[in-house]
Protein backbone atom coordinates (compact mmCIF):
# COMPACT_ATOMS: atom_id res chain seq x y z
CA UNK A 1 0.00 0.00 0.00
CA UNK A 2 2.58 2.48 0.86
CA UNK A 3 3.86 2.11 -2.70
CA UNK A 4 0.59 3.18 -3.83
CA UNK A 5 0.57 6.14 -1.92
CA UNK A 6 4.32 6.81 -3.69
CA UNK A 7 2.90 6.32 -7.25
CA UNK A 8 0.21 8.55 -6.42
CA UNK A 9 2.51 11.26 -4.98
CA UNK A 10 4.82 10.62 -7.81
CA UNK A 11 1.41 11.12 -10.76
CA UNK A 12 0.16 13.99 -8.84
CA UNK A 13 3.59 15.54 -8.81
CA UNK A 14 4.17 14.67 -12.55
CA UNK A 15 0.28 16.20 -13.23
CA UNK A 16 1.54 19.54 -11.59
CA UNK A 17 4.35 19.78 -13.64
CA UNK A 18 2.61 18.93 -17.00
CA UNK A 19 0.19 21.64 -16.34
CA UNK A 20 2.65 24.15 -15.38
CA UNK A 21 4.30 23.32 -18.27
CA UNK A 22 1.29 23.57 -20.73
CA UNK A 23 0.41 27.29 -18.51
CA UNK A 24 3.92 28.45 -18.92
CA UNK A 25 3.32 27.53 -23.23
CA UNK A 26 0.41 29.19 -23.33
CA UNK A 27 1.29 32.16 -21.78
CA UNK A 28 4.64 32.30 -23.89
CA UNK A 29 2.26 31.88 -26.87
CA UNK A 30 0.30 35.01 -26.01
CA UNK A 31 2.89 36.80 -25.00
CA UNK A 32 4.29 36.13 -28.63
CA UNK A 33 0.77 36.23 -30.17
CA UNK A 34 0.35 40.09 -28.57
CA UNK A 35 4.08 41.21 -29.55
CA UNK A 36 3.32 40.11 -32.71
CA UNK A 37 -0.09 42.40 -33.10
CA UNK A 38 1.56 45.11 -31.71
CA UNK A 39 4.32 44.89 -34.68
CA UNK A 40 2.11 44.84 -36.96
CA UNK A 41 0.03 47.48 -35.27
CA UNK A 42 2.94 49.92 -35.22
CA UNK A 43 4.01 48.77 -38.83
CA UNK A 44 0.44 49.69 -40.18
CA UNK A 45 0.46 52.80 -38.32
CA UNK A 46 4.32 53.53 -40.15
CA UNK A 47 2.73 52.53 -43.37
CA UNK A 48 0.04 55.71 -42.93
CA UNK A 49 2.04 57.75 -42.09
CA UNK A 50 4.22 57.18 -45.60
CA UNK A 51 1.72 57.54 -47.31
CA UNK A 52 0.57 60.52 -45.88
CA UNK A 53 -2.78 59.51 -45.10
CA UNK A 54 -4.10 62.55 -43.30
CA UNK A 55 -3.35 64.70 -46.80
CA UNK A 56 -4.89 62.00 -48.72
CA UNK A 57 -8.21 61.96 -46.99
CA UNK A 58 -8.31 65.36 -46.63
CA UNK A 59 -7.91 65.53 -50.30
CA UNK A 60 -10.33 62.91 -50.89
CA UNK A 61 -13.18 64.51 -49.11
CA UNK A 62 -12.05 68.00 -50.84
CA UNK A 63 -12.75 66.18 -54.16
CA UNK A 64 -15.65 64.29 -53.03
CA UNK A 65 -17.13 67.72 -52.14
CA UNK A 66 -16.49 68.82 -55.61
CA UNK A 67 -18.35 66.27 -57.05
CA UNK A 68 -20.54 66.38 -55.25
CA UNK A 69 -21.53 70.52 -55.99
CA UNK A 70 -20.73 69.68 -59.73
CA UNK A 71 -23.25 66.78 -59.85
CA UNK A 72 -26.18 68.69 -57.12
CA UNK A 73 -25.52 72.42 -57.42
CA UNK A 74 -28.52 73.07 -55.18
CA UNK A 75 -26.43 71.71 -52.51
CA UNK A 76 -23.46 74.74 -53.04
CA UNK A 77 -24.70 76.86 -50.53
CA UNK A 78 -24.52 73.69 -47.52
CA UNK A 79 -20.98 72.91 -48.60
CA UNK A 80 -19.16 74.37 -45.10
CA UNK A 81 -22.01 71.92 -44.00
CA UNK A 82 -20.50 69.39 -45.78
CA UNK A 83 -17.23 70.28 -44.70
CA UNK A 84 -18.02 70.64 -41.46
CA UNK A 85 -19.80 67.45 -40.98
CA UNK A 86 -17.10 65.30 -43.16
CA UNK A 87 -14.15 66.95 -40.77
CA UNK A 88 -15.59 65.69 -37.77
CA UNK A 89 -16.33 62.32 -38.74
CA UNK A 90 -13.88 61.61 -41.80
CA UNK A 91 -11.10 63.03 -40.48
CA UNK A 92 -7.95 61.37 -40.20
CA UNK A 93 -7.62 61.84 -36.90
CA UNK A 94 -11.13 60.50 -36.25
CA UNK A 95 -10.58 57.31 -38.37
CA UNK A 96 -6.87 56.54 -37.63
CA UNK A 97 -6.95 53.66 -35.30
CA UNK A 98 -9.95 51.71 -37.47
CA UNK A 99 -7.42 52.13 -40.63
CA UNK A 100 -4.23 50.97 -38.39
CA UNK A 101 -6.66 47.67 -37.16
CA UNK A 102 -7.66 47.05 -41.04
CA UNK A 103 -4.28 47.08 -42.34
CA UNK A 104 -2.61 45.02 -39.63
CA UNK A 105 -5.35 42.50 -39.94
CA UNK A 106 -5.08 42.68 -43.61
CA UNK A 107 -1.01 42.64 -43.19
CA UNK A 108 1.90 40.68 -42.01
CA UNK A 109 4.28 42.84 -40.55
CA UNK A 110 6.63 41.73 -43.19
CA UNK A 111 3.83 42.88 -45.82
CA UNK A 112 3.26 46.10 -44.35
CA UNK A 113 6.86 47.32 -44.12
CA UNK A 114 7.38 46.44 -47.64
CA UNK A 115 4.52 48.48 -48.39
CA UNK A 116 6.38 51.34 -46.40
CA UNK A 117 9.51 50.81 -48.53
CA UNK A 118 7.68 51.10 -51.66
CA UNK A 119 5.86 54.20 -50.78
CA UNK A 120 9.15 55.61 -50.30
CA UNK A 121 10.05 55.17 -53.77
CA UNK A 122 9.13 57.51 -57.00
CA UNK A 123 6.79 54.89 -58.05
CA UNK A 124 5.39 54.43 -54.42
CA UNK A 125 5.31 58.65 -53.76
CA UNK A 126 3.66 58.86 -57.24
CA UNK A 127 0.62 56.65 -56.30
CA UNK A 128 0.69 58.05 -53.21
CA UNK A 129 0.08 61.76 -54.78
CA UNK A 130 -2.18 60.44 -57.73
CA UNK A 131 -4.53 58.46 -55.16
CA UNK A 132 -7.50 61.22 -54.57
CA UNK A 133 -7.32 62.34 -58.29
CA UNK A 134 -7.64 58.78 -59.88
CA UNK A 135 -10.34 57.49 -57.03
CA UNK A 136 -12.01 60.70 -57.62
CA UNK A 137 -12.10 60.35 -61.45
CA UNK A 138 -12.89 56.89 -60.77
CA UNK A 139 -16.23 58.31 -58.81
CA UNK A 140 -16.76 60.45 -61.65
CA UNK A 141 -17.20 57.74 -64.00
CA UNK A 142 -18.86 55.24 -62.32
CA UNK A 143 -21.10 58.50 -61.21
CA UNK A 144 -21.74 59.35 -65.00
CA UNK A 145 -22.36 55.72 -66.41
CA UNK A 146 -25.19 55.47 -64.13
CA UNK A 147 -26.74 58.77 -65.76
CA UNK A 148 -26.13 57.57 -68.88
CA UNK A 149 -28.17 54.64 -68.07
CA UNK A 150 -31.08 56.00 -65.68
CA UNK A 151 -33.53 55.21 -67.37
CA UNK A 152 -32.82 51.46 -68.02
CA UNK A 153 -32.24 51.54 -64.25
CA UNK A 154 -35.70 52.96 -63.74
CA UNK A 155 -36.67 49.93 -66.08
CA UNK A 156 -35.36 47.21 -64.29
CA UNK A 157 -36.70 48.39 -60.95
CA UNK A 158 -40.20 48.31 -62.33
CA UNK A 159 -40.51 45.31 -63.20
CA UNK A 160 -38.75 43.87 -60.02
CA UNK A 161 -41.60 45.54 -58.90
CA UNK A 162 -43.90 44.56 -60.38
CA UNK A 163 -42.81 41.04 -60.33
CA UNK A 164 -42.73 41.48 -56.01
CA UNK A 165 -46.02 42.60 -56.35
CA UNK A 166 -47.32 39.64 -58.22
CA UNK A 167 -45.46 37.72 -55.81
CA UNK A 168 -47.32 39.15 -53.34
CA UNK A 169 -50.29 38.86 -54.61
CA UNK A 170 -50.46 35.16 -54.81
Known sequence: ???????????????????????????AQAQAQ???????Y????????VMNMAEAMQLTIEQMMQVEMQQNPAMMPYRHVFKT??????????????FVEIYAEAFT???LRALSEF???????????????LTSQGAQLGMLR??????ELGQMIQAEAERLSQLQGE
Open 1 to 27: MEWYKQAMVAAALLLGSLQAQAQAQAQ
Open 34 to 40: AQAQHER
Open 42 to 49: EAAEQLLE
Open 85 to 98: FFDEHLSYERLKDD
Open 109 to 111: SDE
Open 119 to 133: YQTPVGRKSIDMMPQ
Open 146 to 151: VQENLE
